[in-house]
Nanobody, 114 residues
Framework: QVRLVESGGGLVQAGGSLTLSCAAS????????MGWYRQAPGKQRELVAT???????NWSDSVKGRFTISRDNAKNTVYLQMNSLKPEDTAVYYC????????WGQGTQVTVSS
C-alpha cells in the first residue's frame, strides 16, 4: 500500500505562483510514475502533468510553459511549480502514483482570484 500526502495549496491572485508537494510512503517498489491531476467544480478530473522515475514528462497543453513538474526520487516526492496562475487554474489538485497499483492523494485546494 502507498500513501500520498499533498501540501502547498492555497489562495493566490492571478499572475501569482504556488508550489505543490506530494510525498509518497509505503510499499514503493522499482520505477513508477507520479503526477498531478485537477478537478474544478462541475468538471471531470483532468491531467496536469506526470513524470516518471527516469524524468520523462507528460503535460496538459493548458499549463505548458507555466507549470513545472519535478521529483526527488530519494524522497519519493513530486513537486508542481505553478507560475502565472489564472482563475481557470482553480481546482482541487490531486497527486497520483502508479507503482504496481494506482494510488491517489486526498487533494489540495488551489484558488486563483482575479
Amino acid at each position: 500500500q502507498v500513501r500520498l500526502v499533498e501540501s502547498g495549496g492555497g489562495l493566490v491572485q492571478a499572475g501569482g505562483s504556488l508550489t505543490l508537494s506530494c510525498a509518497a510512503s509505503g510499499s514503493i517498489v522499482g520505477t513508477n510514475v507520479m503526477g498531478w491531476y485537477r478537478q474544478a467544480p462541475g468538471k471531470q478530473r483532468e491531467l496536469v502533468a506526470t513524470i516518471t522515475s527516469g524524468g520523462y514528462t507528460n503535460w496538459s497543453d493548458s499549463v505548458k510553459g507555466r507549470f513545472t513538474i519535478s521529483r526527488d526520487n530519494a524522497k519519493n516526492t513530486v513537486y508542481l511549480q505553478m507560475n502565472s496562475l489564472k482563475p481557470e487554474d482553480t481546482a482541487v489538485y490531486y497527486c497520483r502514483m502508479i507503482n504496481r497499483g494506482d494510488y491517489w492523494g486526498q487533494g489540495t485546494q488551489v484558488t486563483v482570484s482575479s
